[in-house]
């Protein structure tokens, strides 16, 4: 094993950061203050949203969001398998049934071109709520998804945990919600910006927004104009509306995450020149699939992945990491198909053989180190040793 390990991923913590953060914490407030309000008025301004609500982290946020949707257990969930098991777990645990849909083999997004067939199924009653995740970063065309829709009590919520920065086609900003209900970000340490544990959820809906609020906050609510109690209200005076939880953001996290949004351009920009220096490096290599560029001039990648056919190198995905661990680089695989975990074998029965292109795409991915502070000869050095490994002669 090498003394300077490579990780898949890693966050990038200036002097300016920890500044910001000791700052924070010497404030009286600590927790539910004027930083986390800043940095929530932060990220709907850059996003271009209305609003924003912030949570301890991006699987509180998508709880949130199914919440206030009211999903319950007539619905149906519209999204990917390839994702982290929060995505379709949010709108499972509210009791909705997961309907997985296969992917785009050039993006490992899912096709948006099978939604319709998925809501074609039929039921008796209950809606259609579609969660498309960006992922990697790379953004998935929305207002396509929003334009198939013939319920109109369909709702779409964006998990967008990979794609802080990304921008559809039009130069909107994911995050907009100008074809979506909600979006959620993430603010996990492998992300283009941390805040140790966070996420956020954007919308343009005054009502949706209040009630995430109440969500974040054990039920209560503040505003006078929105209590039940018309009398007897004093300064100070609230009320429980409902029984959620505790979800708050503290003040370290959110001068954290307002000092890393004053670099979100130049993280973006770093990281499309690292994954530039990849292709360059992996184009027309064999036995190596490199996924579509089209959008990388508008993609804030997350991800770097690779498809290996490792039948033809003679070896398994398993052999291949530890090699490569044991130079010292780090990998990952993104995602296990959310229908092959345990609980939804249970479930949902053994979903294999309905998609493809996703089994296929599991088959053969592996996720490169990609993060800030990686330098470019760090990733000459990966993709060298990389082939020695699978025996690929350039």
Do not use: W
């Amino acid at each position: 094993m090498h003394d300077e390990f490579i990780p898949y991923a890693q966050q990038s913590i200036s002097e300016a950061d920890q500044r910001s953060v000791s700052e924070a914490i010497a404030n009286t407030h600590i927790t539910r203050g004027p930083l986390v309000e800043k940095f929530e008025q932060r990220i709907a301004d850059y996003c271009g949203a209305s609003y924003a609500v912030a949570f301890n982290s991006g699987s509180t946020a998508l709880l949130a969001a199914c919440h206030v949707a009211k999903i319950n257990r007539f619905d149906r969930l519209i999204s990917t398998p390839n994702t982290f098991v929060a995505t379709i777990g949010s709108a499972v645990q509210y009791g909705a049934t997961p309907i997985f849909v296969d992917l785009d083999p050039h993006t490992a997004n899912l096709d948006v071109t099978q939604i319709a067939n998925a809501m074609e199924k039929p039921h008796s009653r209950g809606r259609h709520i579609i969660m498309p995740v960006h992922f990697a970063g790379v953004p998935i065309d929305v207002s396509a998804i929003n334009n198939s829709l013939k319920d109109p009590d369909s709702i779409i919520i964006e998990d967008a945990a990979h794609a802080l920065g990304s921008c559809y086609t039009d130069g909107s900003r994911v995050g907009c919600c100008a074809n979506s209900q909600m979006t959620m970000f993430s603010f996990h340490p492998a992300k283009t910006i941390t805040t140790g544990e966070g996420g956020m959820i954007t919308t343009n809906d005054k009502n949706l927004y209040e009630a995430l609020q109440r969500f974040r906050n054990n039920g209560i609510e503040r505003t006078p104009s929105n209590f039940e109690e018309k009398k007897n209200v004093y300064s100070g005076f609230y009320e429980v509306q409902e029984l959620t939880n505790n979800y708050n953001f503290t003040e370290f996290q959110a001068a954290l995450g307002l000092s890393q949004m004053d670099r979100l351009d130049v993280f973006i920009e770093k990281r499309r020149k690292l994954v530039a220096a990849y292709r360059k490096l992996l184009k027309n290599v064999p036995y190596i699939t490199l996924m579509s560029d089209v959008g990388d001039h508008r993609t804030a990648y997350h991800l770097f992945v690779i498809q290996i056919d490792y039948f033809a190198c003679k070896t398994t995905r398993e052999k291949v990491i530890l090699a490569l661990q044991m130079e010292g680089i780090g990998t990952q695989v993104h995602y296990i198909p959310v229908y092959r975990h345990p609980y939804f074998r249970r479930t949902c029965g053994d979903l294999r053989s309905y998609f493809p292109v996703t089994e296929k795409y599991y088959a053969a991915a592996l996720s490169l180190p990609l993060y800030y502070d990686l330098g470019f000869e760090q990733i000459e050095m990966i993709v060298k040793k990389l082939l020695k490994i699978l025996k690929i002669k350039k």
